[in-house]
């Protein structure tokens, strides 16, 4: 077996955590990421058949029965994550039976998945039957995108529009667009099935006075679609109180999305 502390996916997770804590979205225990990794991959590393021990997930997540993820630890700072994986990170398999995940490594000191873990099976059944290569679900708390949560409309249209607004590249970026849940209570199903419906029809989505989601492919593809609408609310959040002199026309999105041949949410425009 190969030494998996080397492995290309725990060296993406080290990286990720890291660059989010840096960028100050991921205080203490804020944030999760979960990847969907490839059996023969994780083969070279484990023992996919021998787990360590078993844990309830809590709901019936049948959808992903054998299906293996690499996922921070409930409670654990992402600011951690670099040093000390096996403690904040864990790798679990959804056992035959959809409602327990088999430990097969990680989570050494008994601690396991992140709270949220509901919300991010779920996203990733939504996105995998929209996009068979999504692999990525990551949560963060984001400092501009939150702080607009608290001074801008929680509409998706309204929402959407005005990160698109703030730089060229948004619309280009998420032509998808944001959705935005209300204020829910975290760690539960209820706020997992939510994030989940609109994970239909969104790759990014807005916890209210929470933080965002986001599901992509890779951890670059989603890393980017958050760090996107993060720089977008941070010009929102640094000119909202300033006269606005300047601006993206809708006539001029629409120039980029066809420009650039993206398949844009045009009921979010004002045209
Ligand atoms: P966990 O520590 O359980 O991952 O929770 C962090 C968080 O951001 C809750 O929404
Ligand atoms: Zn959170």
């Known amino acids: ?8 996916f725990v060296e993406e997770m080290k990286k990720t955590t890291a660059n989010m804590y ?23 590393y484990l023992d996919i058949n021998r787990p360590i021990r078993t844990i309830d997930i809590g709901f019936d997540a049948k959808e992903l029965i054998g299906k293996i993820f690499i996922v921070t630890g409930t409670g654990k700072y992402f600011k951690n994550v670099q040093d000390d994986p096996e403690n904040n990170l864990g790798i679990i398999k959804i056992a035959n039976d959809g409602k327990t995940a088999e430990l097969l490594w990680g989570y050494n000191d008994g601690g396991k998945f992140t709270s949220e873990l509901p919300a991010h099976l779920m996203s990733h059944i939504a996105r995998l039957k929209v996009d068979p290569q999504n692999r990525v679900v990551m949560h963060s708390h984001p400092t501009n995108t939150l702080a607009m ?9 309204e929402f959407t529009h005005t990160l698109w607004e703030m730089c060229t590249e ?25 994030t989940a419906k ?22 670059d593809e989603t890393f980017g679609l958050i760090e996107t609408v993060e720089k977008a609310a941070q010009i929102y959040m640094l000119t909202a109180h300033l006269p606005r002199v300047n601006t993206i026309t809708d006539e001029q999105m629409v120039e980029l999305a066809e420009y650039f041949g993206v398949d844009y949410r045009k009921d979010f425009l004002n045209l």
């Open 1 to 8: 077996m190969e030494n998996i502390l080397k492995s290309p």
């Open 149 to 157: 949560n608290f001074v801008h409309k929680l509409s998706e249209k």
């Open 170 to 194: 948004c619309i280009v970026v998420f032509p998808d667009g944001v959705g935005v849940l209300p204020w829910m209570l975290c760690g539960t199903n209820s706020i997992g099935e939510a």
């Open 22 to 44: 840096r960028l100050g979205w991921d205080e203490r225990n804020g944030g999760n990421i979960s990847y969907m990794l490839d059996e023969e991959e994780v083969s070279k």
């Open 198 to 219: 609109k994970m239909e029809e969104f790759r990014l989505v807005v916890w209210g006075m929470h933080g965002i989601y986001g599901a992509g492919k890779t951890m």
